[in-house]
């Protein structure tokens, strides 16, 4: 088996550009598939603590079912893609959601953070006790 | 012609090893963040992704640059049910997955209507062609 030992990976053209062969003959950006931040967290805990994270440096109680997720590293604009999903509670499911760049409010998305929507099935905003999310795009 | 490394491991100093089968079968394959509400349906920022076309309110398809090996890859989403539309649950669903594109519906209410909405972000997980 070979392997390499290094600290760094770095594109000889351009710094953040490595190829990676990830199909057959198919290759794709090593940057680009890459989660720039992911988390698991419970929002019926004070101040919406992560379980385990990457790239968040902080956590705040916004709302009910509203977490201020920030990053340690910010994204390079606030165009980024979230995904994510919630654990569905003994009387009623749950859906994670974000609020968008188009939203006229201080939860507004932004390149430094962004605020969930999570909701249960009747449409009302709820605390969930485990959802987890992954975030992919540029890193400032 | 740039460099090429072939390898089955790489090593840091201090924080650990991994397998390049993590790194090849660990990356997304392809992501969006779509604004669903415009006139013309357009992806804001997204990475393998083609085109964007709209069916109809609330339904449209994702096509990739470079296909999918199969179609048994994985779609996770995210959606904004607080825009315009607030006060309803509602979500982002992929609904058929091809080897050159996976198609979505963003729906809401208690009947799943398909509706137009300003953040719909996808993430593909699995095997390029």
Not at chain 1, 19 to 28: E, L, W
Not at chain 2, 20 to 40: D, E, P, Q, R
Not at chain 2, 67 to 74: E, F, L
Request: with cysteine; net charge negative; glycine share 10%.
């Amino acid at each position: 088996m070979s392997e390499i030992k290094v600290d760094t990976l770095t594109g000889k053209t351009t710094a953040k550009t490595v190829t990676v062969t990830v199909g057959a003959t198919a290759t794709q950006s090593l940057e680009q598939g890459l989660a720039k931040s992911w988390a698991s967290i419970d929002q019926t805990s004070t101040d919406h603590p992560v379980y385990d994270s990457f790239n968040v440096s902080a956590t705040a109680d916004i709302a009910t079912g509203v977490t201020k997720i920030t990053f340690v590293n910010a994204m390079n604009n606030a165009l980024y893609g979230t995904t994510g999903g919630t654990q569905t509670e003994a009387t009623s499911a749950a859906y994670f959601g974000t609020y968008g760049v188009n939203t006229s409010t201080s939860r507004q998305m932004t390149a430094a953070h962004f605020h969930t929507s999570n909701r249960n099935t009747s449409g009302t905003d709820k605390d969930i006790i485990y959802f987890a999310f992954a975030v992919h795009g540029d890193i400032a | 012609m740039a460099g090429k490394l072939i390898a089955d491991q790489i090593e840091h100093s201090t924080a650990g090893s991994l397998d390049t089968s993590y790194v090849v079968n660990g990356s997304a394959k392809a992501w969006f963040n779509a604004n669903c509400n415009a006139t013309t349906y357009v992806n804001r920022d997204s990475f393998n992704i083609s085109s964007i076309l709209e069916a109809s309110g609330g339904d449209f398809r994702e096509s990739y640059t470079s296909n999918m090996d199969n179609t048994n890859y994985s779609v996770t989403t995210s959606y904004d049910l607080h825009n315009i539309f607030g006060g309803s649950n509602g979500g982002l669903q992929a609904e058929e997955f091809l080897t050159a594109s996976a198609d979505y519906r963003a729906w809401y209410g208690t009947g799943g209507a398909s509706r137009d909405t300003d953040i719909c972000c996808g993430q593909i997980m699995g095997d390029l062609a």
